[in-house]
């Protein structure tokens, strides 16, 4: 399940909880367009500590929405996963190595605060010249 979460008109939030299933991405990249349509750059911040699985559908949407962002990945400036398990961890470390252009980082269960001003700090950065 896929919920939107309150956050910058810059940054989506989402918090992502039990089986993932492929009509949540109906919430998830609707609500990811809409940021972009209004931003040049935006921050995405996923609430991962309720997760469980993702159904084989919600995968392959996943995929396909990644590949049709591929000429894109500059404009995604951060991305903040709050999660407690090894392997989302491990998957969100993977991904910042492969993707240059995209900040990320793990925080961890109790940390939304802290997630969501470092998500979203990146305009202050920018604005100082450190990106």
């Not at 989402?14 to 299933?21: A, E």
């Not at 309720?50 to 392959?60: K, R, S, V, Y």
């Not at 240059?100 to 605060?113: A, Q, Y």
């Amino acid at each position: 399940m896929i919920e939107t979460l309150p956050a910058p008109e810059y940054v989506a939030a989402f918090r992502i909880s039990g089986t993932l299933h492929s009509k949540d991405y109906d919430i998830l990249i609707p609500a990811i367009e809409s940021k972009l349509e209004h931003n040049e750059q935006i921050g995405v911040l996923a609430d991962m500590t309720e997760f469980d699985h993702m159904t084989p559908g919600a995968l392959l949407r996943d995929l396909s929405y990644a590949l049709s962002k591929l000429g894109e990945y500059h404009r995604f400036k951060r991305a903040a996963v709050i999660a407690d398990k090894r392997w989302i961890e491990t998957t969100t470390k993977l991904a910042d190595k492969l993707f240059p252009h995209t900040e990320m980082r793990v925080f961890h269960h109790g940390e939304l605060e802290e997630a969501m001003r470092w998500v979203a700090g990146f305009r202050s950065d920018l604005m100082r010249g450190r990106l």
